[in-house]
């Protein structure tokens, strides 16, 4: 009991005297703070000798990448800027005010270093949050502040969508030089550890270089320093929506080869395989700046079209001799051998039509002796006991030998416009798996830029 009692009676006293003691603290906060500023100015360099150098420690917390507008190029970041220094008019002895060491006040009452970023591409200027600085016994200062920018970068889309870019952010003074005020780097690249990942982009990093530039201006020198931001792009949405349909949709142009020319179907089907390429030509078109540089994706766009381009017109030509009408001439004799035997068995084609691959030609065959003369009597004698019968049958063998001479003109056409189709079936089958080919290895070009 007795135990239990002293155990209460020590928590009273303390429940008694923390409110005292915090409000000892907040009284020599509050004499603190009117001593250290009765006779300061924040509009001046905080050092006891003007060709003293205020040293400037500058520390950048990347948080996130907001955006990356890629058409006028300027990123949009959120940062965490850290700047410490040392003021030598606010300094005390911890002793003198109960042992307080820190306090912290706003910052608009200390003299704050003009830092700014110099490729800033924000029209306001007014992206940054008025934060508290917290202050130490021995002049410390150091200012926390979270801060949205943005930035000029120049992108390369030279590579797109699998590209990688580089986006400087330049801090330095606005009116102080090199001998007014210097800065140095905290850490050798950005700190990362609280970044929250980007969909589109990879972090790959963020290093920090002091470097010290004259400028024609003036002849003293001008401290900065540049992080330089790593990025690579996440190309995994444009491959399943740009390069994949893109893909499919070059894979259909060589089946127009395959289509039958009587289906009427051929050209239509070239003609809409580049109609939906110019359409994602012009997506791609519309997130791309305008630059002499073509992306990648592009590239592919361009000569896929222009291989749908020549497919369309190669079969206009091939329908063109498909359609070969009776009038047609014979298939030339460089044509039989190169194209009716030699491509045909490459091109797998072996359903021909009559005579193809012997590559025979059609040619009159006149009607024989018997058949062309009439049957004289009489010894030849025109005249005769039949004179009536045999002018009958005169007419009826003319009338007989031009039947037939038709039907070998007939044949003649059909044989000729047989192989001429011949002609066309066999360049179908070797333009297709020629294009097959062709978009089989542009489609392997563009994919292996991804690995």
Not at 230 to 249: E, G, Q, V
Not at 298 to 314: C, D, E, P, R
Request: aromatic fraction near 12%; include cysteine.
């Amino acid at each position: 009991m007795k135990l239990l009692r002293s155990g209460s009676i020590a928590s009273l006293l303390l429940l008694v005297f923390l409110p005292v003691c915090s409000a000892a603290h907040g009284r020599f906060a509050q004499k603190l703070l009117n001593d250290l500023f009765s006779n300061y100015t924040n509009a001046l360099r905080p050092v006891e000798d003007t060709d003293h150098i205020i040293n400037v420690t500058l520390q950048i917390t990347l948080s996130q990448i907001i955006d990356m507008d890629e058409r006028n190029q300027i990123l949009t970041t959120y940062l965490w800027i850290r700047q410490v220094w040392m003021d030598a008019y606010l300094t005390w002895k911890k002793e003198d005010y109960d042992g307080l060491d820190t306090i912290r006040i706003p910052s608009s009452y200390v003299w704050r270093p003009d830092i700014v970023l110099y490729n800033s591409a924000d029209d306001e200027f007014s992206s940054s949050m008025e934060t508290n600085v917290v202050l130490r016994n021995d002049g410390q200062v150091m200012w926390d502040q979270p801060a949205i920018t943005k930035s000029s970068c120049s992108v390369d889309v030279a590579f797109f969508p699998f590209d990688v870019q580089q986006c400087h952010l330049t801090f330095g003074s606005w009116t102080h030089n090199g001998n007014q005020m210097d800065l140095f780097n905290a850490l050798d690249s950005a700190d990362l550890a609280d970044f929250v990942p980007n969909v589109e982009w990879e972090v790959l990093g963020m290093p920090a270089k002091k470097n010290v530039i004259l400028y024609g201006c003036c002849s003293d020198p001008y401290p900065d320093i540049t992080f330089t931001l790593h990025l690579k792009r996440r190309a995994s949405f444009y491959i399943f929506n740009l390069l994949i349909p893109c893909m499919m949709i070059s894979f259909l142009a060589p089946l127009g080869f395959y289509l039958p020319a009587d289906s009427g179907e051929k050209v239509s089907l070239g003609v809409t395989v580049l109609l939906a390429l110019t359409v994602f030509q012009l997506l791609v078109a519309e997130s791309m700046p305008p630059s002499e540089s073509v992306p990648l994706i592009g590239k592919y766009y361009i000569a896929t079209m222009t291989m749908v381009t020549a497919s369309t017109a190669l079969t206009i030509f091939i329908m063109n001799i498909h359609h070969c009408g009776p009038e047609a001439r014979p298939v030339p004799a460089w044509a039989e051998r190169f194209i009716l035997n030699y491509l045909a068995r490459i091109c797998f084609v072996y359903e021909v039509g009559d005579n193809c691959l012997a590559g025979t030609s059609a040619r009159k065959h006149p009607l024989s002796q018997d058949e062309s003369e009439a049957p004289s009597t009489n010894g030849g004698n025109p005249r005769g006991p039949n004179w009536d019968c045999v002018c009958q049958h005169q007419g009826l063998s003319k009338n007989i030998e031009y039947i037939a001479n038709s039907y070998q003109d007939q044949r003649a056409a059909q044989l000729r416009i047989g192989e001429w189709r011949k002609v066309a079936k066999v360049m179908d089958r070797f333009f297709m798996w020629l294009f097959f080919i062709m978009v089989f290895f542009m489609s392997i070009l563009i994919l292996g830029k991804a690995i």
